[in-house]
C-alpha cells in the first residue's frame, strides 16, 4: 500500500545479516522472530491502512536487553521501530520498510505500587487494561482509558501522548507521568525514573519522550500517578436536537454538576447508525441529530445521582435535550460507554476510514464536520464527527468503498487549512506517525519545527529510531 499512497525513499541504512540475527539471538535468546508469517500482523497497522516489509522481530524483556540491541543497531546503522500494542492511527507503529521491529510486548511487569501516594511504576509493555485491573483492586484507577485498553502498552500511551475519555478529569500524561526510564538510540539507559510529585532539579527531560512516538528514545519504563477510584460513578446517555444545544449541554453539566464532571463525549447520528449497523448495539434514547455521554465521578453514589437526575430533569424541560436515560450499575454504564468508544471499530468495518483527529474552539467544533460533508456530497459513504468535546477534540471520519486519491485531494489540505485558520491543532491526541509528518507546518512554526529537528538529530544523530515519522523529510 504504501509507496503508492505516501511516496518516501528508503534511506540508506543497512540490511540486516546472518551476523545481526546471530547478534540478536545473543542478546534476546529464543525471542527472535523471523517467520514472515509471524511477522505479518506486526508489519500492518491496526486500521490497515500501512504496511512495511520488516523481516526480523525483537522481544526483550529488560532494559538492559533494549539497551544491547540498541547499542547494535546504532553501531552497525540498522533502522529501528519500536512497537506496543500496535493500536496507533497514524500509522507510526510499523515499519515503512524493513526497519526491526522492537516490541515491549514481553516487558510486562508491575515495577512497584503505592497504596498511599497511588504511584505505580512499571515496564512500558503493560497493557493499559491490566493495569487497570491491578490498580482497581487496590482502589485507585489509571488516569486515562481509551477504545484501544485491551491491547495499547503504557509505553504506547506515553510515547502517543495518548488523551481518551478521561482527560477531562485527570489531563494529560504531561500531568501524571512522573518519570520514564528510555534507552536513546546508543544504546544508553536514561533513568528518570522518580516518583515525585515535585522535581524542578533542571529541564523536564521526560517531557521530550512524551508524545515523541518512537523517535527520540525507547520507552522501557513508566512511573505514573493512579488517582483514588471514585467511589460512584454515573452516566447519563442524552438526545440533543442540534450542536447548539450539545455546546449548551455542556455549559449546563459544567455549571450544575461542577467537580464531579468526569467525562463529556459527543457523537452525532450517523455515528450510531454505524454502531447499530455493524456492531448491532441498540440506541437507548429516542431518535436524535446528537447524542452525548455524561459521566460523572465522585464519592457519594446517592447523591452524585440526585445531581445528576436533576440536570437532566432541567435540561429535559427546557428543551435542551430530547430524550436521556441514566445508568448507575457497571452493567448498564458499559453499555452506553460502548456506543461512544466502539465507533473506531463501526468505521472501519464500514469501509475505507480518512481519519482526522483534531483541536478546535468548541464553538466550532461541528462546522468542519458540515462543511466537509457538504464538500463531498455523495463520493463519501459518511461523513462523521464524534469525540473529546469536552476537550475540544473533534474526530472527524470519512468513509468510502475503497481508497481514492480523488477523495483524498478533496479533503487534503482543505481539512488542514480549515483547522490552521482557526489556530486549532491538526493532531489534537494520536500524534502524526507516518502518514501525517507532513502536515506539522499547519500547526506549528518553522522555528518550532526547526527545534525539533535539531533536537531529532542531537539525539538520535544517525537517525535510526522510527525513522520517515513524525517530523517532515528535512530538504
Ligand atoms: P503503538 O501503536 O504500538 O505505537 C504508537 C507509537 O508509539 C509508534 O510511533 C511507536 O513507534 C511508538 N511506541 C510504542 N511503544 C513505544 C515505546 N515503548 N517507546 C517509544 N516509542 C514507542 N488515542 C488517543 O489518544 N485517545 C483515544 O481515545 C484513542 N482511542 C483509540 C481507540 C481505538 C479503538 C484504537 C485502535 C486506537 C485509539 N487511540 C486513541 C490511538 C492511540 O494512539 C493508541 O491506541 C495508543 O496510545 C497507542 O499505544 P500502543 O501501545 O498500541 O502503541
Ligand atoms: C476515540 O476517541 O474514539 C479515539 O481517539 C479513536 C478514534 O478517533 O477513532
Ligand atoms: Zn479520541
New binding site residues.
Given amino acids: 500500500l504504501t509507496p503508492e499512497r505516501y511516496p518516501v525513499q528508503r534511506l540508506p541504512f543497512s540490511t540486516v545479516s546472518e551476523e545481526d540475527l546471530a547478534a540478536f539471538e545473543r542478546i534476546v535468546p529464543g525471542r527472535v522472530v523471523t517467520d514472515p508469517e509471524q511477522l505479518e500482523a506486526y508489519n500492518v ?2 486500521l490497515r491502512s500501512v504496511r512495511g516489509c520488516s523481516k526480523v522481530l525483537l522481544r526483550p524483556q529488560t532494559s538492559e536487553e533494549v539497551s544491547q540491541i540498541l547499542r547494535h543497531c546504532y553501531k552497525r546503522n540498522l533502522a529501528v ?9 497514524v500509522g ?2 510499523v515499519p515503512v520498510f524493513d526497519e526491526v521491529i522492537l516490541s ?1 510486548a514481553l516487558m510486562n511487569q508491575v515495577i512497584s505500587f503505592h497504596d498511599v501516594s497511588g504511584i505505580l511504576v512499571c515496564q ?2 503493560c497493557v493499559l487494561e491490566d493495569l487497570n485491573a491491578y490498580v482497581q483492586e487496590r482502589d485507585f484507577v489509571m488516569p486515562l482509558d ?3 485498553k485491551g ?3 503504557i ?11 478521561r482527560f477531562l478529569r485527570y489531563g494529560s500524561l504531561r500531568g501524571t507521568v512522573l518519570g520514564l526510564e ?1 534507552v536513546l538510540a546508543d544504546g544508553t539507559i536514561l533513568n528518570c525514573l522518580t516518583s515525585l510529585r515535585k522535581d524542578n532539579t533542571g529541564y523536564d527531560l521526560k517531557q521530550l ?1 512524551i508524545g ?4 527520540l ?4 519504563a513508566v512511573s505514573i500517578l493512579c488517582p483514588p477510584r471514585p467511589k460512584a460513578v454515573n452516566v447519563a446517555f442524552l438526545g440533543c436536537p442540534g450542536f447548539a444545544e450539545v455546546l449548551q449541554t455542556f455549559s449546563t453539566c459544567k455549571g450544575m454538576l461542577g467537580e464531579i464532571l468526569s467525562a463529556f463525549e459527543f457523537m452525532d447520528s450517523e455515528c450510531m447508525q454505524l454502531v447499530r449497523q455493524h456492531l448491532h448495539l441498540t440506541n437507548p434514547v429516542q431518535e436524535s441529530p446528537f447524542y452525548v455521554l455524561v459521566e460523572t465521578s465522585g464519592s457519594s453514589a446517592a447523591h452524585d445521582a440526585e445531581k445528576l437526575t436533576s440536570v437532566l430533569e432541567q435540561m429535559l424541560n427546557s428543551g435542551l435535550v430530547s430524550d436521556g436515560t441514566m445508568a448507575t450499575d457497571q452493567r448498564k454504564i458499559q453499555t452506553l460507554w460502548a456506543l461512544r ?1 466502539r465507533i ?2 463501526a468505521l472501519s468495518r464500514d469501509g475505507c476510514v480518512f481519519k482526522y483527529d483534531i483541536s478546535l474552539p468548541v464553538e466550532r467544533l461541528y462546522d468542519l464536520v458540515i462543511d466537509v460533508r457538504a464538500r463531498l456530497g455523495p463520493r463519501a459513504k459518511h461523513v462523521v464527527g464524534y469525540g ?1 468535546l469536552g476537550d475540544g477534540n473533534l474526530h472527524l471520519n470519512v468513509t468510502a468503498e475503497a481508497f481514492s486519491q480523488e477523495l483524498l485531494g478533496a479533503l487534503e489540505p482543505y481539512v488542514y487549512s480549515w483547522t490552521a485558520e482557526q489556530r486549532g491543532s491538526v493532531s489534537a ?3 502524526l ?1 507516518f502518514k501525517k509528518k507532513n502536515v506539522l507546518g499547519y500547526s506549528k512554526p518553522p522555528e518550532a519545527m526547526k527545534l525539533m529537528q535539531q533536537l531529532k538529530v542531537l539525539l538520535d544523530p544517525k537517525g535510526i529510531l ?1 525513522p520517515y ?2 517530523l517532515p523529510a528535512r530538504a
Fill in positions: 497497522d491496526w521501530n519500536p512497537q506496543g500494542g500496535n493500536t496507533g492511527l507510526g507503529s515491549t512500558a509493555g481509551l477504545g484501544a491491547s495499547c502498552h509505553g504506547g500511551n506515553v510515547a502517543t501522548n495518548a488523551g481518551g475519555l528510555v519522550f515523541s512516538e518512537g523517535t528514545g525507547v520507552i522501557t468508544e473506531t471499530e473529546h491526541e494520536h500524534g506517525g522510527n515519522k513524525t
